[in-house]
């Protein structure tokens, strides 16, 4: 116990969810109704709106310091972006990694251009409710896009990600002006192991690229689905981002491995540890031992508590109460560690 | 049981689900809602059958299905059938649509016939042509579940292939000769361990079975797969390739591939019909390679054609019965 109070005096801890929220039954119907031209866009939109309202308003109640709106209305990662560029649709339906979930995949034709952007005007509507926490933006980072569509464009993958990478640096520094107070980047594709180092070479820069616009907001780099090779990850520890959050419970003994080797670099390190897509009770005791293995050889001052991955893959019901056993986990751990538990945004 | 011959060259059929007949979705929420009991159901369930069994026939499939018409979800109509899964909440599978994730909460077991009764009746308006018998596999029921009973994934799949087993049984005393275990979720966990633990689901599902035994896997790394798979207790395997471009068939090649093979030669996620010369470019593609002979070669779409509009998808199975021919005459 005192090696684990040595180890946390100086930690801070903050939880988080890590993204998306599954919709509930009066979306559902509404985003139905909409759909066969029974509901009109006015009243879609305030449905979406309040029930936003509901998932800001959970995740505040359970302590968490950056909340994001649960985008409700995103059919998959990359849609509300696809649907508001020019030179990219959505097309045909593929499995979203092992998930019995589907994505469209976007054909880009040309380089896209953003008609508009999707996230400025959801957080002026939204961020003050988040207060004390602080507004959480999600961005599909570049070369995940790219890996995952199919490119049309006659542009070589990696200037298809760079103009990606552009249209999304406006997308978080307008979020930013708008009052987020968190921007992330999910770079999944990154984990799987046929994915090379060149691509994290890209990845390293373009999320750079997207986060040197965001001022002095806190930035994330999320890998998720799995645990990236050590040849890749050591290159996307050089991403100029605050922290990075890495999916430990879903490959813990790889995680474990891979962190105790390489670390977290310079950034704050966030834990994916409460597993959402199950519906488990949490095994507390052996996600906190998880935990401590990690941090053992960490040298920074705060520690970020988020999910493995979204949370709209399970109902409704259980993503709400996810986001309780992630308070319960970032208590016990800093319990445990002697640490101090934020609540609200953290301050620098 | 059969009379009707079935070609020894590229003999066509098709992966399991054909899109819905209207009043197949009416009875199963009339059936959910607890406005038609189960028995009910099969029997108002029959007419759907009997269309979409003729659409396959007209169109010049040889081995046909039943179309799972009463299927409204590959895993949820098998969970509600059987013991040890409880009902589930609404999970999305893709933009606005979901389905009910089953859960289990109990020990599994099989308590009745799940596919027979409506197997047998596809059969008797097939005009003898052979229907095979599609399964959800104990992999994919299991990953597509959640679990709430268990807490080991190994010992849940044993138990479910229990259950299949039992009801591929039952197929085989109906004089079942064609029976299709899919298995879509092996592809998105490409690693060994995982496909180790299905063999041995394969292999208390088709010990001593005489039936033709045929395992389907679509979209995802199945070149990764492939090599830990190809040793499963099966005769067949029925894979997705226009989807992803053939790209599979040099691994195929590679890998000594000596099974037969499903090939998937039309795309279930476009509405463009593959024209009969885009079909034969496929089959010539697949001879080229060398590994296979036509006598082994099932035509059928990548995936089941549920998703579909029902002329598209009818006008899809007429094109593979027509390269067929031509493909017969050739090779």
């Known amino acids: ?55 800001i308003g959970a995740q505040i109640s359970a302590g968490m310091s950056y909340v994001v709106d649960g985008m409700l209305d995103w059919h998959d990662m990359f849609r509300p972006f696809v649907s508001v560029w020019r030179n990219v649709t959505p097309t045909s339906l593929l499995r979203y990694f092992d998930n019995n979930f589907f994505y469209r995949v976007p054909l880009f034709t040309d380089k896209p251009e953003a008609a508009t952007y999707i996230w400025a005007p959801r957080v002026r509507k939204l961020a003050r409710f988040a207060e004390p926490a602080g507004f959480k933006v999600v961005l599909p980072g570049p070369v995940t896009f790219v890996l995952m569509s199919k490119n049309e464009s006659g542009l070589k993958q990696e200037e298809l990600a760079e103009s990606i990478a552009e249209i999304l640096a406006t997308e978080a520094r307008l979020a930013t002006e708008a009052g987020a107070a968190l921007i992330q980047v999910d770079e999944p594709m990154l984990t799987d192991p046929e994915v090379n180092p060149d691509f994290a070479v890209l990845a390293s820069e373009l999320v750079s690229k997207i986060t040197s616009a965001v001022g002095t907001s806190k930035t994330v780099l999320a890998l998720y689905y799995g645990a990236p090779r050590p040849d890749v990850y050591e290159k996307l520890i050089d991403a100029r981002v605050s922290c990075i959050s890495v999916d430990v419970g879903d490959a813990p003994g790889m995680y474990t491995e891979l962190l105790t080797s390489k670390g977290f670099g310079s950034h704050c390190a966030i834990l994916g540890l409460v597993n959402s897509r199950t519906l488990y009770d949490e095994p507390l005791n052996a996600l906190l031992e998880l935990a401590i293995k990690i941090l053992r050889e960490y040298g920074g001052e705060e520690v970020g508590i988020t999910t493995t991955t979204w949370l709209d893959l399970i109902p409704y019901d259980h993503s709400l109460v996810k986001v309780k056993t992630l308070d319960l986990v970032a208590d016990r751990l800093a319990s445990l560690l002697g640490s101090e538990r934020l609540w609200g945004v953290v301050k620098p | 049981m059969t009379s009707y011959r079935t070609p020894g060259k590229f003999p066509t059929t098709v992966v399991g689900s054909y899109p819905k007949v209207p009043i197949a979705e009416k009875f199963i929420k009339m059936r959910k809602s607890g406005q038609i009991n189960e028995e009910e159901f099969y029997e108002a369930i029959k007419p759907a059958i009997r269309e979409v069994v003729e659409d396959q026939l007209e169109a010049g499939i040889d081995i046909v299905s039943d179309g799972e018409q009463a299927r409204d979800d590959m895993v949820v109509y098998f969970a509600e059938r059987i013991r040890g899964f409880g009902p589930g909440e609404w999970v999305r599978v893709f933009d606005n649509e979901y389905f009910k994730k089953p859960v ?21 308006v097939s005009k003898e042509r052979p229907v095979k018998a599609t399964l959800t596999g104990p992999y994919t029921m299991l990953e597509w579940s959640f679990d709430l009973h268990y807490g080991d994934r190994k010992e849940l799949l044993m138990d479910l292939a229990k259950v299949i087993r039992r009801e591929v049984d039952e197929l085989v005393r109906r004089g079942v000769k064609y029976i299709q275990i899919d298995e879509p979720a092996l592809s998105t966990r490409p690693f060994k361990e995982e496909a180790d633990m299905l063999r041995e689901a394969m292999e208390v599902i088709f010990r001593g079975v005489e039936a033709k035994k045929i395992v389907h896997i679509c979209y995802g790394r199945l070149e990764r797969i492939l090599p830990y798979i190809l040793d499963y207790p099966v005769d067949q395997f029925d894979l997705e390739m226009k989807n992803s471009n053939f790209r599979l068939l040099s691994f195929l090649k590679d890998y000594g591939y000596d099974k037969e093979l499903g090939y998937g030669v039309v795309d279930v996620h476009s509405l463009q019909v593959e024209s009969v010369s885009e079909i034969m470019k496929a089959i010539e593609k697949l001879m080229k390679e060398g590994f296979i002979g036509p006598e082994k070669v099932y035509l059928d779409p990548d995936c089941g054609l549920k998703r579909l509009p029902r002329e598209v998808a009818k006008a899809k199975l007429r094109n593979i019965a027509i390269a067929a021919r031509i493909a017969r005459e050739r090779w």
């Open chain 1, 1 to 55: 116990m005192d090696t684990k109070k040595s180890l946390g005096e100086n930690l801070r801890i903050w939880a988080s969810p890590l993204g998306g929220f599954s919709r509930n039954r009066v979306l559902r119907r509404a985003l139905r109704d909409y759909e066969k031209g029974l509901l009109g866009y006015g009243e879609l939109e305030e449905l979406i709106t309040y029930s936003s309202l509901v998932i």
């Open chain 2, 104 to 124: 289990v909460v109990g020990r599994i077991e099989w308590v009745g016939p799940i596919t027979v009764g409506l197997w047998e009746y596809a059969s008797s």
